[in-house]
T-cell receptor, first 112, second 112 residues
Framework: DTGVSQDPRHKITKRGQNVTFRCDPI?????LYWYRQTLGQGPEFLTY????????KSRLLSDRFSAERPKGSFSTLEIQRTEQGDSAMYLC??????????FGPGTRLTVL | KNEVEQSPQNLTAQEGEFITINCSYS?????LHWLQQHPGGGIVSLFM???GKKKHGRLIATINIQEKHSSLHITASHPRDSAVYIC??????????????FGQGTILTVHP
């Protein structure tokens, strides 16, 4: 399968714990985006990378959130000291030459 | 006011009906995207358009750049069309290029 993959698909954690999500984009795509979607809402932009450079971060991304794309391939999104308000679907997408975005299946986070 | 507004938020139809979902936006864009999201979270790109009209099977998408408005039509709707349909716009340039701003989604339910 050459699509965008995300791991894990589901994560349940207790408040205060740290969690890390991974996204593997389509290999030839150099732009990678993270979005967050809460129940009943459209996704919201969090951050994006062009190759290994993080070019923009949303104001939604508090200091507890950090994202990396160390070799310009896969990316990780870490949330420290999780709060119940962090419960959401975290979506990753990569951008092709046609400017079409390809989405991963998402990681659903539940913070108890 | 959100930068991307969709209507209606919920839509119920009988199988075979013609369906229209509307999207208005208030910012400069490089392209408008129609996306489909099924339960479980995965998002699939249906259309990306910057002018005119596109057709794929029973789906038709139109955009009027001057009026900043787009419509998604489904002809001869079927229960398998039941999903959330999301309108999103990608920024006009610079760091906004490729970054999507989403509408809140339209929940479509088609009854047999």
């Amino acid at each position: 399968d050459t699509g965008v993959s995300q791991d894990p698909r589901h994560k349940i954690t207790k408040r205060g714990q740290n969690v890390t999500f991974r996204c593997d984009p389509i290999s030839e795509h150099n732009r990678l985006y993270w979005y967050r979607q809460t129940l009943g809402q459209g996704p919201e932009f969090l951050t994006y990378f062009q190759n290994e450079a993080q070019l923009e971060k949303s104001r939604l991304l508090s200091d507890r959130f950090s994202a990396e794309r160390p070799k310009g391939s896969f990316s990780t999104l870490e949330i420290q000291r999780t709060e119940q308000g962090d419960s959401a679907m975290y979506l990753c997408a990569s951008l092709g030459l046609s400017n079409e975005q390809f989405f991963g299946p998402g990681t659903r986070l539940t913070v108890l | 006011k959100n930068e991307v507004e969709q209507s209606p938020q919920n839509l119920t139809a009988q199988e075979g009906e013609f369906i229209t979902i509307n999207c208005s936006y208030s910012v400069g864009i490089s392209a408008l995207h129609w996306l489909q999201q099924h339960p479980g979270g995965g998002i699939v790109s249906l259309f990306m358009l910057s002018s005119g009209k596109k057709k794929h099977g029973r789906l038709i998408a139109t955009i009027n750049i001057q009026e900043k408005h787009s419509s998604l039509h489904i002809t001869a709707s079927h229960p398998r069309d039941s999903a959330v349909y999301i309108c999103a716009v990608s920024g006009a340039g610079g760091t906004s290029y490729g970054k999507l701003t989403f509408g809140q989604g339209t929940i479509l339910t088609v009854h047999p």
